[in-house]
């Protein structure tokens, strides 16, 4: 089990920019996948990017890609969201996630780690 903790959340016009960071405990962070989920009001969770244990692969959802970047330093035990040219549809809850077994996988079952999620809240 690995311990998830975001933080850089916030309130942000349209077209700014905001940098979520995920903080893990542990000894094992280079082994997991890593992945940001989001979750708005009365929808699903869904994936919004994730990176494997090396940071070699990276994939995103199609509503986010050209404007987030996922990005994750092992000496650091730290995922980043880098979210740039922020939309109004991109308010939700945003969750850091960690699949233990360092799948290439979007899917929400996958992830047997959470964190307690961090609200981005973007105005037109």
């Known amino acids: 089990q690995v311990q998830l903790v975001e933080s850089g959340g916030g309130s942000v016009q349209a077209g700014g920019s905001l940098r979520l960071s995920c903080a893990a405990s542990?000894?094992?962070?280079?082994?997991?996948?890593m992945a940001w989920f989001r979750q708005a009001p009365g929808k699903e969770r869904e994936i919004v990017a994730y990176?494997?244990?090396?940071?070699?692969?990276?994939s995103y959802a199609d509503s986010v890609k050209g404007r987030f970047t996922i990005s994750r330093d092992n000496a650091k035990n730290t995922v980043y969201l880098q979210m740039n040219s922020l939309k109004p549809e991109d308010t939700a809850v945003y969750y850091c996630?960690?699949?233990?077994?360092?799948?290439?996988?979007?899917?929400?079952?996958?992830?047997?780690?959470w964190g307690q999620g961090t609200q981005v809240t973007v105005s037109s």
């Open positions: 996630a960690a699949d233990s077994l360092g799948r290439f996988s979007g899917t929400y079952n996958a992830y047997d780690n």
């Open positions: 542990g000894r094992t962070f280079s082994r997991y996948t």
């Open positions: 990176i494997i244990r090396s940071g070699g692969y990276t």
